[in-house]
């Protein structure tokens, strides 16, 4: 069966603002590129179209065009919940243009609503929910789709749900994610700027799923069972896009690359007896580090951990990430830092339950810590995230799937005012942060390293200056 896998441009955006996400980070669609390689490993012949490629066209229209181009049998979708309706949109031309392609969409959004979608999305032929290799796999290969697990269909024009898909167990089996179908692979998909030293970067996820429940994380697709790649496999995917692309840096984009300490070890250990030229971030937990490990991974290759802190306020700490404490985050950030990796805290603002005062407490918390780098993302609820049925008890929501995207405020917090002043609260907690002396004598320091991230701004500095003013007062 000839296939086409569709990673479609979605809603990226603050409306009234330049889009710049593909500009600052353009990340492989990694999730479409396994399914791609496990598709064809089953014999069918798959092309992948990255609507957010570099060099690509800025509308439905010629991505439309292109897809078609290819005559496929069977286009797939990947779906965020701010990238559904575009992909819907671009789903409805091809349907209109070819009525006989078959079109089904996978994807956090889908394997959290599930059958309701078809009864609102007439261009939808299947939805793939949870794991999509094996469920797509014998789709392709013309299996009855009543018998194909983790699929929902239509049976005489009704929705029909069958059973789920059981998660692979063995994802050493899976075959390396198909980069090469990638327009401009890696050169074309930057990483995020002064995140890395040398170039060209790829990004890889080692392993799926989670075995902790925060309250703001969907978990649809993976569920809460935890697998991983062993080391051994790593080892060879790291040294294949080195080969192969001559990939330099490697974002790890696991959720907790270094929760199960025998393979991080016996991965470093590989690493740093049979180096690759190779630098990697990856993010880490509170409670999982020690100095032996930390060593290990100074040793292997790693240049910065990301560790995922949300919010400085202990109550909120304890109600959205439970086991994870403030001065447990402040000894790990400290010890990272001790053994020479550089630290990159992650937060959250407008949490449910967060006030102005709250705000101010991770304000400062934040500059307490001495960080490396920092990412404040908005507080977007979910549907599949254990928070979405008692959202509206929290605050007031605006369900607009588009700018569910954590770089829009859809929630507003019931002791905060309004919309208007999570932005002057965000922009003003951002901004203090990036233009602190401390950080600034950080980022000065390493100036010379991250040259080449200095080129690229360069290159593109009207887009981040647009983006720059993003933190400025509206006139």
Not at 68 to 78: E, K, Q, W
Not at 352 to 361: A, C, H, Y
Request: proline share 6%; hydrophobic share 35%; with cysteine.
């Amino acid at each position: 069966m000839r296939i086409v896998l569709v990673h479609p441009t979605g809603a990226n955006w603050v409306p009234g603002k330049k889009d710049i996400t593909a500009t600052a980070n353009r990340m492989a669609p990694l999730g479409l590129l396994s399914i791609a390689a496990w598709l064809e490993k089953e014999g069918n012949e798959v092309f992948v179209h990255d609507c957010l490629g570099p060099r690509m066209p800025k509308n439905n229209a010629a991505h439309a065009q292109a897809i078609l181009s290819r005559h496929p049998d069977l286009v797939g979708f990947s779906a965020t919940t701010s990238g559904f309706l575009d992909g819907y949109e671009l789903a409805g031309r091809i349907k209109t243009a070819r009525p006989g392609i078959q079109t089904v969409f996978g994807g956090v959004h889908i394997s959290s609503l599930g059958a309701v979608l078809l009864k609102d999305f007439e261009h939808i032929d299947f939805l793939c929910r949870g794991e999509g290799e094996v469920t797509l796999a014998e789709l392709a290969s013309g299996r009855p789709p009543e018998l194909i697990d983790g699929l929902v269909w239509r049976n005489n024009g009704r929705p029909a749900t069958n059973p789920p898909r059981s998660v692979l167990t063995d994802l050493d089996a899976l075959p390396f994610p198909s980069y090469d179908k990638l327009k401009g692979f890696p050169r074309g998909y930057h990483l995020p700027l002064f995140s890395f030293v040398h170039s060209p970067g790829g990004t890889m996820v080692t392993s799926r799923g989670c075995p902790y429940q925060c309250s703001y994380c969907d978990r649809s697709v993976f569920q809460r069972s935890y697998r991983f790649n062993s080391a051994e496999y790593i080892y060879e995917h790291m040294r294949y896009l080195r080969q192969q692309f001559g990939v330099r840096h490697i974002n790890i984009y696991d959720d907790l690359f270094t929760a199960n300490r025998q393979r991080t070890t016996q991965l470093c250990e590989l690493l740093i007896r049979k180096p690759l030229g190779m630098q990697f971030n990856c993010a880490i937990r509170v409670g999982q580090t020690d100095d032996g490990l930390l060593k290990n991974l100074k040793k292997a290759g790693c240049l910065m951990l990301s560790l995922g802190i949300e919010t400085g306020d202990p109550e909120l700490l304890e109600f959205h990430k439970p086991g994870v404490r403030a001065d447990d985050i402040r000894v790990t950030v400290r010890q990272i830092q001790d053994n020479h990796l550089r630290v990159k805290g992650l937060f959250m603002m407008g949490l449910p339950g967060e006030t102005e005062e709250s705000i101010q407490k991770t304000s400062d918390y934040v500059m307490s810590l001495d960080l490396d780098d920092m990412n404040m993302s908005k507080f977007t609820p979910f549907h599949g995230a254990p928070i979405w049925p008692r959202i509206s008890e929290f605050g007031t929501f605006e369900e607009d799937w588009k700018k569910m995207n954590c770089i829009n405020f859809v929630f507003v917090p019931k002791r905060i005012d309004s919309i208007e002043k999570l932005e002057q609260l965000y922009n003003m907690h951002v901004k203090r942060f990036y233009t602190s002396r401390q950080w600034r004598r950080k980022f000065m320091k390493r100036l010379w390293q991250h040259r080449k991230s200095l080129l690229y701004l360069l290159a593109h500095l009207p887009s981040f200056s647009a983006a720059m003013r993003n933190f400025e007062p509206d006139p």
